[in-house]
């Protein structure tokens, strides 16, 4: 039997900048901690340990322009330049090839006048909401662009909160306008939606234009991990429980397990902060012990994959992937 992809969405990484702190209504965590401002590299490393431990791919943000405190290029305000090269030279270095890498639009915070760099009142979602073809094509652009100047080669966008799924037939249109003006490539990828609770949550051509083809990749479960932002607990039994909420120790239960058994690909989603913790870790471990357990249980039916791998799946079936009816 053909194994079913599996795959791992990071939302919202950039180096040192907590783009959750700087877009985050609350400055303190829902048990009353200061939120932190900045993430240390070493949480890097502890990521990329687990995730050479188990093989893990899938896709990985980048923040071009964190939290509108300059560029990942140009310099971050108040970030040593050393720890900021250092965070990208780690990425490439033992990330890829295993985790697609690509922008979350511009800042994750207020969108971008560009014309000369300033932040607008609005944040990036509430800018797009109103926008078309016209204005979102450069604005795509720009965030494609500052992730080749560092030296990636993204052909796909993250769309930070649900920006642009008002003018969403705009919006794809202009990615796919700005994946090929930047990139020459004629196969470009988006993550948007999450497909949840449905039978055969599966990845789908989104657009088709002159040969141009666009992908969506939707998230098939919940950020889990999420909770350890707002909880002291690091016991061993609260990172196990949040495993089990994905797939329990038997592998018979969990989200993950649900959405295999329904014909979907487990597309797993989890964000920066929530593998980061307020400064604990405590997502990240929950990540390894998840990354075991499925490497254990499930080794004969499902295969990590990166963005990468998924597109070429699809690119040869096309016609398996049809686009779902949106509840
Ligand atoms: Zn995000």
Redesign the pocket.
Known sequence: MKKVPVSLII??PAPIIS?FYEHAPSKVTEDGRPIIQRNSNEMLFKFCDVVDKHGIKGKF?VVPMPGNKGDIVRGLDGVDDGELREWIDTVKARLLPSFTIGP?MLT?HKAVNLSDGSAYEMNERDWASTQDRNTLTPYIAKALEILRESGFAPIGV?S??DFGIEVEEEYEASILDAVHEVTGSNIAWFFLRGLRDVPNAKPWIAREDDGRVLISIPATTRDKMWQTINSTDTSDEYVKRIADELITEDGKNGEMIRVLESGGYPILIT?WQSLISNGLGTGIRALDEIGRRINNLLSDRVQWMSFDEIISLVMEDKSNYPKPLFS
């Open positions: 939302d919202d783009v943000s979350e994750h993250t930070p909160w964000h």
